[in-house]
Each structure stands twice: as structure tokens, then as C-alpha cells.
Nanobody
């Protein structure tokens, strides 16, 4: 099973930017970023098919967040711009070999430990 390690979280004021990274121990076709705020269900933020490069972004982050990858480094990124207080959550990297484009977190078998993002107003 692939191992995932996130980094790059932190605290920022509204309107600021952060870039999250997810280092994978191996290559896997389907990856994504999910987030979970206290008392809320885990939700998909952005997904990528690492083979063809196709991406999907949730409506709530379109135009502000961008998912990307460095295939040579088996690393996934999430560039987050124009951050809002409602983006505050723990962000998780997820991966699976067969769930490309799936927004349902239960379809992903591998998860990182998460990294906290806090946006203050």
C-alpha cells in the first residue's frame, strides 16, 4: 500500500495563500485532496488522474485552488489562493488505483495523516 505524507499546512489570514504537498511512496493512478472541518463530513476538494493529468475541482474552490503533480517525485500539490475562513479544515491527501474522479472519500484506500489549515478573518 502506498504511503502518503502531507506537509505545508499552517495559519494564514483571509486572502492569503498556502501550498500543500503530498509525498507518495510510489506511483498511483488516482489521487486527491480532501478536507474535514470539526463537526463536518469529509469532503473532496480536488482530484487528479496522475496518468493523463486530468483534474477536477470542487465548485467551492474553483478558481482559487489548483491541484498539480510532479510525477518524477511522486508528489501531489494543492495551491490554495484567496483563502477564506470557511476553508479552515484538516486537509488530507488520498490515493487509490481505481477511483479517479470519485468525490466519495470511502473509495480511497490510502490516506495521509492530514495537515491543518487555519484561515482567520
Amino acid at each position: 500500500q502506498v504511503q502518503l505524507v502531507e506537509s505545508g499546512g499552517g495559519s494564514v489570514q483571509a486572502g492569503g495563500s498556502l501550498r500543500l504537498s503530498c509525498a507518495a511512496s510510489g506511483y498511483i493512478y488516482c489521487m486527491g485532496w480532501f478536507r474535514q472541518a470539526p463537526g463536518k463530513e469529509r469532503e473532496g476538494v480536488a482530484l487528479i488522474n496522475t496518468d493523463g493529468g486530468r483534474t477536477w475541482h470542487a465548485d467551492s474552490v474553483k478558481g482559487r485552488f489548483t491541484i498539480s503533480q510532479d510525477k518524477a517525485k511522486n508528489t501531489l500539490y494543492l495551491q490554495m489562493n484567496s483563502l477564506k475562513p470557511e476553508d479552515t479544515a484538516k486537509y488530507y491527501c488520498a490515493a487509490d488505483s481505481r477511483s479517479c474522479g470519485s468525490w466519495y472519500w470511502g473509495n480511497y484506500k490510502a490516506w495521509g495523516q492530514g495537515t491543518q489549515v487555519t484561515v482567520s478573518s
